[in-house]
């Protein structure tokens, strides 16, 4: 079945780091992918997402491409801030199914 | 404003209790979702709700039940058939169209421990 794998975490940065968070999936036919970003204490909240293949996603600074050649959808920011410290979850949309489906999630941890 | 409003934050239980959490949403949205949250495990789906009075069985729905007589409500049952009750739970809702093409809004969750 589909599913989705990110990089297990934590990943620990300094302020202004370059983060990159691997995530890759399986899946038939076209789905759409998201990134998700859980804040401490709070319910998921939509971070980006791509549709189609060569898509890039873009939000606050994140940016994440739709690679469908190597099944990818890796997240980047150039410049991480404490404020980013969160857990992130990369997450698939079937293309016939009505639920997302959710990686393991990634803690980040930035210090200043 | 509109919004996802899980409650309560914190709920404890003696083992054998079946106990309810509530979910409720005024976006408007047709469909509700319950994911369990579990460290290192990432959110996987117990039931979800695309309308009123209809309901489906997720990846883990073992244990647990729920109703949908409003569009607004969605109620969680965590049984005491659930072997491992103890976890993070989290509501979810979006548009007809589906989280496809319409985010997923989540509610601040509620933590059950049961002992």
Known sequence: GDSVTQMEGPVTLSEEAFLTINCTYTATGYPSLFWYVQYPGEGLQLL???????????????????????????LEKGSVQVSD????????????????????GTTLSVSS | DGGITQSPKYLFRKEGQNVTLSCEQNL???????YRQ??????????YSQIVNDFQKGDIAEGYSVSREKKESFPLTVTS?????TAFYL??????????????HFGNGTRLTVT
Request: charged content about 20%; glycine content about 10%; aromatic content about 10%.
């Open chain 1, 48 to 74: 980006l997402k791509a549709t189609k293949a060569d898509d890039k996603g873009s939000n606050k600074g994140f940016e994440a491409t739709y690679r469908k050649e190597t099944t990818s959808f890796h």
């Open chain 1, 85 to 104: 410290s969160a857990v992130y979850f990369c997450a698939l949309g079937p293309q016939a199914g009505t639920a997302l489906i959710f990686g393991k």
């Open chain 2, 28 to 34: 408007n949205h047709d469909a509700m979702y319950w």
């Open chain 2, 38 to 47: 579990d460290p290192g495990q990432g959110l996987r789906l117990i039931y």
């Open chain 2, 81 to 85: 058939a659930q072997k491992n009750p």
């Open chain 2, 91 to 104: 509501c979810a809702s979006t548009h007809t169209s589906g989280p496809r093409n319409s985010p997923l």
